[in-house]
């Protein structure tokens, strides 16, 4: 590992709820409706979600509450509910929402699950994780990265969320056994000291394969007996998952 970094948010929902003034029904006296992504964002989850399949209606709310507009440069902001990437740095992205609704409605997560996320990236998906009720334990691989990760994550206002910098490909084993393990950038193959940290019963999703245009949406379970089932969901491209003895050296 090349070191920890831990940080406590609370759940974006529950944070505008203490701020909405008590007695209040919603409308304009609701910190909700005064937020101008707000018919952005549902037009994303009505347009780009919805329309393309996604029925969960627990990540359809998460969507709705998780401001992606704080998960990217402010001159980006315009541009956070395309349902698209977009840069956040050291040739990093933030997935389109269509891929974390999609990987978010796969992992199936419950309130109360221990949810392992392999490349905290922006935050985003971390997010959405905790709006969904999980503990979530994230790793991210590059410091600057990372740093901006918890920048994010505490200007969104969320909280429970555990992050790391470290290599991925060696999971979080001192917080094993977890419910969902999220990878959220493409390994070769996935790594088997995960798929050891996965708990009977749990489900790991990852992208997996060396070339963009070849990746496969895998999704791992794992039963009582410590058998393992993937089933493929589809194409997709995500960036590299690259182990950290591969980071190349820091220059001063």
Known sequence: MIGTVLRRFWPV?????????????????????????????????RNDLEARGVRDAAVLDAMRNVPRHLFVAESLQSQAYSDRPLPIGEGQTISQPFVVALMSSLAQVEPGSRVLEIGTGSGYQAAVLAELGAEVWSIELLPTIGALAASNLDGAGYGGINLRVGDGYQGWPEEAPFDRIVVTAAPSTIPPALIEQLAPGGRLIAPVGDDPRSQRLLVATRNAEGEVETTDHGAVAFVPMVPGDELPPVSD
């Open 13 to 45: 929902s529950l944070f505008l709820a203490a701020l909405a003034p008590s007695g209040c029904g919603g409308g304009d006296s609701s910190v909700l409706d005064r937020d101008p992504f707000r018919a952005p964002r549902e037009l994303m989850v």
